[in-house]
């Protein structure tokens, strides 16, 4: 499970502009996470991929240093890995609009082994 990190949380339910908590916490996943979900509605699904990519690998790496072996689950419940789980949904999801079906599955799979319960509120 990670670690709590409550300020860019409250920042994004406060309002704040998404780039902004991301340029100010750049090592949240969830503000990556919320990035990719605005480009995905307004079409830009490239972006989206990016954006996502980005907030999967800063989750990564703070599961790691938590401790997390690269397997096992990510419990949803926990509100802390909500943002790297949201952005492992929004990387399977641009990564399926592009054409990169392998990717697409791999990722969709990653999410229902971390989490069912974030793979059936997220899908």
């Known amino acids: 499970m990670l670690p709590d990190d409550?300020?860019?949380?409250e920042l994004l339910a406060n309002g704040t502009a998404t780039a902004d908590v991301a340029a100010k916490y750049p090592k949240s996943s969830l503000a990556w996470a919320?990035?990719?979900?605005?480009?995905f509605e307004?079409?830009?699904?490239?972006?989206?991929?990016?954006y996502a990519r980005t907030g999967?690998?800063?989750g990564l790496d703070a599961l790691r240093r938590a401790g997390w072996k690269g397997h096992g689950p990510?419990?949803?419940e926990h509100e802390p890995n909500r943002g790297f789980l949201?952005?492992?949904h929004a990387l399977a999801r641009a990564a399926e609009s592009i054409g990169e079906q392998d990717e697409y599955e791999r990722c969709s799979q990653f999410l229902k082994d971390s989490s069912p319960a974030a793979?059936?509120?997220?899908?």
């Open 6 to 9: 409550p300020e860019p949380r």
């Open 74 to 76: 990510v419990p949803w």
């Open 56 to 58: 999967y690998h800063r």
């Open 86 to 88: 949201r952005a492992l």
């Open 34 to 39: 919320r990035l990719a979900d605005e480009a």
């Open 42 to 50: 307004r079409g830009s699904v490239v972006e989206s991929y990016a």
């Open 119 to 123: 793979a059936q509120t997220l899908g």
